[in-house]
């Protein structure tokens, strides 16, 4: 069965540092997202990318991200000046065109130190 | 969005059905019935998804009241494999954001 895959699955960093999570999508789906979710929190949404370009985003999601999709299989979230806040699972789905489900990756566990 | 409402948990016996409801007053037309849940240490995971009819699949039933200010989403019969938190969302169109609340955390006991 199809998966998304995240890589990796745990990162460490330092306050200040920039972190790239990359994602793998299930081949053949069109929209992208990535969550978030804070220890013991509700999943956040971040953003929505589809056709090359930001679809959706919120509030979370400010100038110190960026989502990027350099060939066809990756998908990534780049964090560029990393905050201790910023320590989350993230989460990359997709879904296909027209379709309510969205599927949900493993997760990369991110703490900034 | 609109907002929906959810027990913070719920208990069940191994092998017995489970109804989780949740509340949706200000729901619109335009807006399906969401569930997903979030097994631990895992991303979230679609479960069903509805509009006005009751619909099912192999995980679950969605049963939706007439006048869709409430859903249940049904277990037929729970295993200690549907522990997880449950969330009702509502969305008005496919593509875009899942926006997640609290949810009922399920536990079930053999």
């Known amino acids: 069965e199809p998966e998304v895959t995240q890589t990796p699955s745990h990162q460490v960093t330092q306050m200040g540092q920039e972190v790239i999570l990359r994602c793998v999508p299930i081949s053949n789906h069109l929209y992208f997202y990535w969550y978030r979710q804070i220890l013991g929190q509700k999943v956040e949404f971040l953003v929505s990318f589809y056709n090359n370009e930001i679809s959706e985003k919120s509030e979370i999601f400010d100038d110190q991200f960026s989502v990027e999709r350099p060939d066809g299989s990756n998908f990534t979230l780049k964090i560029r000046s990393t905050k201790l806040e910023d320590s989350a699972m993230y989460f990359c789905?997709?879904?296909?065109?027209?379709?309510?489900?969205?599927?949900f990756g493993p997760g990369t566990r991110l703490t900034v130190l | 969005d609109a907002k929906t409402t959810q027990p913070n948990s719920m208990e069940s016996n191994e092998e017995e059905p489970v109804h989780l409801p949740c509340n949706h007053s200000?729901?619109?037309?335009?807006?399906?019935i969401h569930w997903y849940r979030q097994l631990p240490s895992q991303g979230p995971e679609y479960v069903i998804h509805g509009l006005t009819s009751n619909v099912n699949n192999r995980m679950a039933s969605l049963a939706i009241a007439e006048d869709r200010k409430s859903s249940t989403l049904i277990l037929h019969r729970a295993t200690l494999r549907d522990a997880a938190v449950y969330y009702c969302i509502l969305r008005d169109n496919p593509g875009t954001a899942l926006i997640f609340g609290k949810g009922t955390t399920l536990s079930v006991s053999s």
């Open positions: 789905a997709s879904s296909a065109t027209l379709s309510f489900e969205q599927f």
């Open positions: 200000t729901i619109s037309g335009t807006d399906y």
